[in-house]
C-alpha cells in the first residue's frame, strides 16, 4: 500500500494539475484500470519470483489506479480561487502543491487506502495460495487440504487482525494528520 501510494498520489496529483497530459494520460488510464491485475499474477511471477517482490509489486499495481483516479479527482476539483490566492502573494509551483494540493488530497487519499485495505489483503492471500510455500494465504489453504480446520481458521483470523490493524492504523493517520477536515465534518453533523 506503501508503494502505491508513493507512485499514485505523486501522478494523481500531477494529472489534476497538468490538462494537457492529462488528456492524454487518462484514456489510458480509464482503458487500463478496468483489467483485472489479479489475472497478471502468473506473468508477474514468471519476471519476478515467488518471493515476496512478486505479492508487494501485484497490490502495488492493482492499487496504485485507484488511488491515482482518486487523487487526481480530488486534485481537479480543488477550486481555482484557492491556486490565485497563492499566485498572487508569490508562491511557487512547490508551495501551491505544498499548501494546497497535498493538503487538499490527503483526506480522500488515506480513505482510499483505508477502503483499499480489504482488496489488499484479498489480493494477498490469493498470491500466496498461488505457486508458493509460505505466508497466511499458504497457510490457510494448506491446513484446508489436511483437513485441519481448526488451525486453517486461525489463519483465516490472522489474516483478517491484519487487515482490521491496518485499517485502525489509517484511520488514526486520518485522524490526526487531517484534524482539520474532521472539524468540517463536525460542524456539519
Given at each position: 500500500m506503501f508503494f502505491a501510494a508513493l507512485i499514485g498520489v505523486p501522478l494523481g496529483l500531477w494529472l489534476g494539475q497538468n490538462k494537457r497530459w492529462d488528456r492524454y494520460a487518462y484514456p489510458l488510464i480509464?482503458?487500463?484500470y478496468p483489467i483485472p491485475k489479479i489475472t497478471l499474477l502468473p506473468i508477474i511471477i514468471l519476471f519476478l519470483g515467488i518471493g515476496d517482490l512478486s505479492k508487494i509489486f501485484l497490490i502495488s499495481l492493482i492499487l496504485v489506479f485507484q488511488?491515482?483516479?482518486i487523487v487526481r479527482d480530488d486534485s481537479k476539483n480543488i477550486p481555482e480561487e484557492y491556486i490565485f490566492s497563492l499566485r498572487s502573494l508569490g508562491a511557487s509551483k512547490?508551495?501551491?502543491l505544498k499548501y494546497v494540493y497535498f493538503p487538499a488530497c490527503?483526506?480522500?487519499t488515506l480513505t482510499a487506502l483505508r477502503l483499499n485495505v480489504a482488496v489488499?489483503?484479498?489480493v494477498l492471500y490469493l498470491a500466496e495460495s498461488?505457486?508458493?510455500n509460505s505466508g497466511l494465504g499458504f497457510y490457510i489453504m494448506d491446513t484446508w487440504q489436511r483437513l485441519s480446520y481448526a488451525k486453517m481458521y486461525a489463519g483465516v483470523l490472522a489474516m483478517s487482525l491484519i487487515g482490521a490493524l491496518l485499517f485502525i492504523v489509517l484511520y488514526y493517520l486520518e485522524e490526526r494528520l487531517c484534524r482539520w477536515s474532521q472539524a468540517g465534518k463536525q460542524k456539519h453533523n
Open positions: 480509464y482503458t487500463t488511488i491515482l483516479v512547490m508551495q501551491i490527503l483526506p480522500a489488499s489483503i484479498a498461488f505457486a508458493t
